[in-house]
Each structure stands twice: as structure tokens, then as C-alpha cells.
């Protein structure tokens, strides 16, 4: 996944990520997203106006 260098990243209005290498690598390898299958991010102008994040089930 290709973010900004300058991305922040906020859950429930608490800070959870400060830029996009360190975003990136928690999506990608942190044990509370290995049952992310896929995140489609929709670009309006340029800007990031959504995004779907599919989940695998878990047992």
C-alpha cells in the first residue's frame, strides 16, 4: 500500500499512526490486521474519500 510519508492515521479520535512507512508496515504485519484480506481505497481529486477494508472470519 503506497501512502503519503506525511500520513496520520486516528481510530476514535486517538492517534495511531504518524507516518505513511510506519502505517503501512502495522496494515501489513501487525497481529491485530492479519485478518485483513483487502483495503480498496477510492481517490476523489486526489484526496482519499473512502475506504473498505474486507475482513477474513475469524474461528
Known amino acids: ?3 503519503a510519508e506525511d500520513a496520520h492515521r486516528v481510530e ?3 492517534p495511531t499512526g504518524s507516518s ?5 508496515r502495522q ?3 501487525g497481529p ?3 485478518v ?3 483495503i480498496r481505497v477510492r481517490h ?5 474519500s473512502t475506504v473498505k477494508v474486507a475482513l477474513a472470519r475469524t474461528p
Open 12 to 14: 476514535n479520535g486517538i
Open 20 to 24: 505513511g512507512e510506519g502505517i503501512r
Open 27 to 29: 496494515l501489513e504485519n
Open 44 to 48: 476523489s481529486a486526489g484526496v482519499v
Open 1 to 3: 500500500m503506497s501512502l
Open 32 to 34: 491485530p490486521y492479519r
Open 36 to 38: 485483513v484480506m483487502a
